[in-house]
């Protein structure tokens, strides 16, 4: 069984930064990819980016990118997402999640944290 518990969100002021964490346990993640995600109420949730953890390659959605900075430490089995420049439309429910490979769904979530960005 793999746990996901993410910390770290908060308010923040426009312009602001934020760092989250995901710690990852149950399951050896050198192969596999992990990935941040977003959902405000009424809408669908929202890619925000993710790492795959052996080569740490990236990917951003568009709308986060030059701004958030993913990470993953392997020896502390922790993904991270610095957050700068916040914006009031970053506010959302953040998840992180995992998934086996490059391809298919991701499987695995946390509980998410809240991030609130006020102008």
């Known amino acids: 069984q793999v746990q996901l518990v993410e910390s770290g969100g908060g308010l923040v002021q426009v312009g602001g930064s934020l760092r989250l964490s995901c710690a990852a346990s149950g399951r050896t993640f050198g192969s596999y990819a992990m990935g941040w995600f977003r959902q405000t109420p009424g809408k669908e949730r929202e890619f925000v980016a993710r790492i795959l953890w052996r080569s740490g390659s990236t990917l951003y959605a568009d709308s986060v990118k030059a701004r958030f900075t993913i990470s993953r430490d392997n020896a502390k089995n922790t993904m991270y997402l610095q957050m700068n420049s916040l914006r009031p439309e970053d506010t959302a429910v953040y998840y992180c999640?995992?998934?086996?490979?490059?391809?298919?769904?991701?499987?695995?979530w946390g509980q998410g944290t809240q991030v609130t960005v006020s102008s």
């Open positions: 999640a995992s998934k086996p490979g490059v391809a298919g769904e991701y499987d695995y």
